[in-house]
């Protein structure tokens, strides 16, 4: 269950501890979500074509990283 956390400070913790979510160009004009976790890169496998998608999924997957660091601090 991903917490509710304000979008600015779940990236800025993941920024900070060297987490990267961002679009990658998948087949033409569909984009996947690629995450730079210091050095390691994982895709996701969803295609997304709306903008409001790929926001989305951005905004879901910084929250769900920025709690998973929160864990690791604690």
Same mark, same amino acid.
């Given at each position: 269950? !991903?917490?509710?956390?304000? /979008?600015?400070?779940?990236?800025?913790?993941? !920024?900070?501890? $060297?987490?990267?979510?961002? #679009?990658? !160009?998948?087949? $033409?004009?569909?984009?996947? /979500?690629?995450?730079?976790?210091? $050095? %390691?890169? &994982?895709?996701? #496998?969803?295609?997304? &074509? %709306?903008?409001?998608?790929?926001?989305?999924?951005? /905004?879901?997957?910084?929250?769900?990283?920025?709690?998973? !660091?929160?864990?690791?601090?604690?």
């Amino acid at each position: 269950m !991903i917490k509710s956390i304000e /979008i600015s400070k779940a990236m800025s913790l993941c !920024i900070n501890n $060297g987490v990267r979510i961002y #679009p990658v !160009i998948s087949m $033409g004009k569909y984009v996947k /979500i690629e995450v730079n976790n210091n $050095g %390691r890169k &994982h895709t996701y #496998p969803e295609e997304f &074509h %709306r903008a409001k998608d790929i926001n989305n999924s951005i /905004i879901e997957k910084y929250k769900y990283y920025s709690n998973k !660091i929160l864990k690791q601090i604690s």
